[in-house]
């Protein structure tokens, strides 16, 4: 079927809540997306920060295939090994105790929000619920994730909203101490606002809050669904903060295309979250399970050198660019901030004519390449992105 009828089928059928491009992917493989006219995109989208291995990287593709073959659900009636064995993985890659499969960043951030609040219960009894987040925060669509995202424009139209919410401008540690009063149980944070515009929050931010949730025993959540799984230089973006959480969620990365989300936490929130206490009928599925155990395996030291490097090659050529007034976020989720007059929406247009996949982060163009992207993909990129910035004059936009 032509990109035409696929695209005038979706228009007609599929609720319009999403601002698509007008390109059918079709197939897919390592960096490259091809469409049904045999359109070929370098994708530094990589489905937002999922794909890490690229499109169908052979050994991921083959383990899920293998597992839907042998086994494809059981419920959490009972044990698979795809399940124990990545939960164990991700244990010992974060040193946290005990984790919680969903299939979601939001699924991931409403169990991490559930978990504070129940230690809190279990601890303090009644009325210490208020969970704070950063002001222009993102942590899901669910109606508390909305509630969590520090943002007016979210706040609109599905109220009431949650009670138990207070938001907090991010690096402003006076203000969120101010904040914590005997109804606080946790503070959440993104350690880079992915969708907030690529912003990482300053080191000494970060410590400072560590520290305020030790001194009034608060549960540090940090949310690494964009963050985690590599995508900037480390396992966790935690590490590269020196940062030890009480809770962390992931999603994107993790399954490497398949939808799944985690709820990692210490020993001390692991505690409260007995039987009955939280689910999901999908969490933890075997064949998904299967995809994020070979997404793990890959991961070793030297991959994530590799993140490093290139994000690294890629912040330097962005930087260089013509427009370019900041490079921000680390390892390879950056953002590109430009001269006022030069739209980032114009240049993600302007890539997608010329066959290089990009996304955008409010006033920013945002690349999440999948992790796997070499050298010489960055410098393709990099002269896509040089030739359309060229044309482009801020004067006469
Ligand atoms: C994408 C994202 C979410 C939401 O994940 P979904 O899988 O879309 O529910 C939550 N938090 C952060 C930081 C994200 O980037």
Not at 222 to 234: I, K, L, N, S, Y
Request: with cysteine.
């Amino acid at each position: 079927m032509d990109s035409e009828k696929v695209i005038a089928r979706d228009n007609n059928y599929v609720l319009h809540t999403y601002n698509r491009n007008p390109i059918v992917l079709e197939k897919g493989h390592g960096v490259h997306a091809y469409g049904p006219e045999g359109q070929n995109y370098l994708d530094f989208t990589s489905g937002i920060g999922v794909n890490s291995l690229g499109y169908c990287d052979l050994e991921w593709a083959e383990a899920v295939s293998r597992q839907a073959h042998k086994l494809q659900h059981t419920s959490n009636l009972y044990y698979t090994a795809p399940c124990s064995k990545l939960a164990k993985a991700l244990c010992r890659r974060t040193g946290m105790s005990k984790v919680f499969f969903g299939n979601s960043g939001a699924e991931a951030n409403e169990g991490a929000i559930k978990a504070a609040r129940k230690y809190s219960h279990d601890r303090y009894g009644d009325g210490r619920s208020t969970v704070i987040t950063l002001v222009n925060s993102f942590h899901g669509r669910t109606l508390a994730t909305l509630t969590a995202t520090g943002q007016a424009g979210f706040h609109q139209y599905f109220g009431p909203f949650n009670e138990g919410f207070a938001y907090a401008p991010a690096g402003d540690i006076d203000t969120l101490t101010k904040l914590v009063d005997e109804h606080t149980c946790a503070i959440m944070l993104e350690l880079v606002q992915g969708e907030g515009g690529v912003v990482a929050l300053d080191p000494l931010f970060v410590q400072e809050v560590r520290s305020l949730c030790d001194e009034k025993d608060l549960c540090l959540i940090v949310d690494e669904v964009q963050t985690g799984v590599g995508r900037t230089g480390t396992f966790l973006a935690c590490e590269q903060y020196n940062l030890r959480p009480d809770i962390v969620t992931l999603a994107k990365g993790l399954g490497g295309g398949l939808p799944i989300g985690a709820v990692l936490v210490n020993d001390k929130i692991a505690a409260g979250m007995g039987p009955g206490t939280h689910g999901s009928t999908f969490g933890g599925n075997p064949v998904v399970c299967a995809g994020a155990n070979v997404v793990l395996g890959r991961l070793d030291e030297r991959f994530l050198a590799a993140v490093r490097e290139h994000g690294a090659q890629l912040r330097a050529g962005l930087e260089k660019l013509p427009h370019v007034t900041e490079v921000s976020g680390l390892g390879l989720m950056l953002g590109v901030q430009f001269e006022d007059g030069i739209q980032a929406a114009d240049v993600l247009a302007a890539c997608r004519e010329r066959g290089l996949l990009v996304l955008t982060a409010k006033t920013r163009l945002r690349l999440l390449p999948p992790l796997v992207v070499t050298a010489h993909d960055i410098e393709r990129a990099l002269v896509i992105l040089d030739e359309v910035l060229c044309g482009m004059d801020p004067l006469r936009p």
